[in-house]
């Protein structure tokens, strides 16, 4: 058990270019979780993932967001032109498939548009 | 009304003192229930989980769920300088696959 990783660690960026983040769960978990924290508060849920089903996505997203997982195993997260509003710890969790789930978190990306 | 709330400030307290946090939780119909301990600069690791209505201890952890007034707490007793972080309550509501998180409540534990 490896636990989650999430690459980059860091990114610095300009306002209006495109960045892509990725996600290795825990290898014996189904789902896969986006989550989102700025500073001061707790993690806000973006989307999540079942095998290669995207489930669910927050009202709350944007059409720039965009998250795939497309062989069920790691995802990626872009997102496009970005906005100094983007500037946030962009977290992935992951889970198995039962009733009462805990998630267990990478070490996140931290975005910095400029 | 958030889905979870958690509204005091940041909390200090003396080494070996206990310290108490509490959780709110807008959903009835919630089922499970979190802790989770973030240091600064770095990602939420779970410390805690109740399902049932009563205590549930972990070595020098208790979280406490009473489903009836929808309130969720952790005690942390003999609080060491480790224990210092931030505190994230969160909440799996019925029919929910995620997470919902409060805001988080920094502790600190003064030597």
């Known amino acids: 058990d490896t636990g989650v990783s999430q690459d980059p660690r860091h990114k610095i960026t300009k306002r209006g270019q495109n960045v892509t983040f990725r996600c290795d769960p825990i290898s014996e978990h189904n789902r896969l979780y986006w989550y989102r924290q700025t500073l001061g508060q707790g993690p806000e849920f973006l989307t999540y993932?079942?095998?290669?089903?995207?489930?669910?996505k927050s009202r709350l997203l944007s059409d720039r967001f965009s998250a795939e997982r497309p062989k069920g195993s790691f995802s990626t997260l872009e997102i496009q032109r970005t906005e100094q509003g983007d500037s946030a710890m962009y977290l992935c969790?992951?889970?198995?498939?039962?009733?009462?789930?805990?998630?267990?978190f990478g070490s996140g990306t931290q975005l910095s548009v400029l | 009304q958030k889905e979870v709330e958690q509204n005091s400030g940041p909390l200090s307290v003396p080494e070996g003192a206990i310290a108490s946090l509490n959780c709110t939780y807008s959903d009835r119909g919630s089922q499970s229930f979190f802790w989770y301990r973030q240091y600064s600069g770095k990602s939420p690791e779970l410390i805690m989980f109740i399902y049932s209505n009563g205590d549930k201890e972990d070595g020098r952890f208790t979280a406490q769920l009473n489903k009836a007034s929808q309130y969720v707490s952790l005690l942390i007793r003999d609080s060491q300088p480790s224990d210092s972080a931030t505190y994230l309550c969160a909440v799996n509501s019925h029919g929910n696959n995620r997470l919902a998180f409060g805001k988080g409540n920094q502790v600190v534990v003064i030597p």
């Open positions: 969790a992951s889970s198995r498939t039962e009733t009462n789930e805990k998630l267990f």
């Open positions: 993932f079942q095998n290669e089903a995207q489930l669910e």
